[in-house]
């Protein structure tokens, strides 16, 4: 079992600590919260709320395309771990570039989500509010999910050109 390295095993966890970071970054509700006692929270993909603005649906929009590459992508370790697992190698070090490229879009639109949410804040929603709204930790968690997503393909791309046979 040549192939379990170390970086096999940090590309592994990376990515699942990344998927869990992102669940819980888009389907939690705590992306925009006041600052007072009433804690009225904005939640990623809402649009029936009368505060929805561009830059809300765009950050909504990017994250739900990220998580839905956040599946194929694990998809396609789970693929690359079994057939190093039967020892197909060539099939392995597709299976990890692939991972490599899902993870570089996942990082661009989970960055891009976070950078969206901070410049919509000072335009947009600080505005409309009696107090100053904060961002909540769902924003935090997609900035983490996305910086874990740049060492996922870092280590991709490592483990698709290292020699595995």
């Known amino acids: 079992m040549k192939w379990v390295t170390v970086e096999t095993i940090c590309l592994l966890f990376s990515v699942l600590i990344g998927f869990v970071l992102n669940v819980l970054a888009v389907f939690l509700p705590y992306w925009i919260v006041e600052t007072n006692y009433t804690c009225t929270d904005i939640q990623c993909g809402d649009y029936s709320i009368p ?12 994250m739900l395309t990220a998580f839905v590459l956040y599946v194929f992508l694990v998809g396609f370790l789970v693929f690359a771990l079994i057939s190093c697992l039967v020892q197909k190698y060539k099939l392995c070090k597709t299976g990890y570039l692939l991972v490599g490229i899902l993870s570089a879009i996942v990082a661009i639109l989970q960055i891009s989500s976070f950078i969206a949410m901070q410049i919509g804040m000072k335009m947009y929603i600080a505005s409309r509010y009696y107090q100053q709204p904060q961002l909540g930790g769902c924003v935090y968690l997609t900035l983490s999910s996305g910086i874990l997503c740049l060492i996922s393909v870092l280590l991709a791309i490592i483990l698709s050109k290292t020699k595995l046979a």
Do not use: N, Q, R
């Open 51 to 62: 505060l929805c603005t561009p830059f809300h649906i765009a950050t909504s929009v990017m």
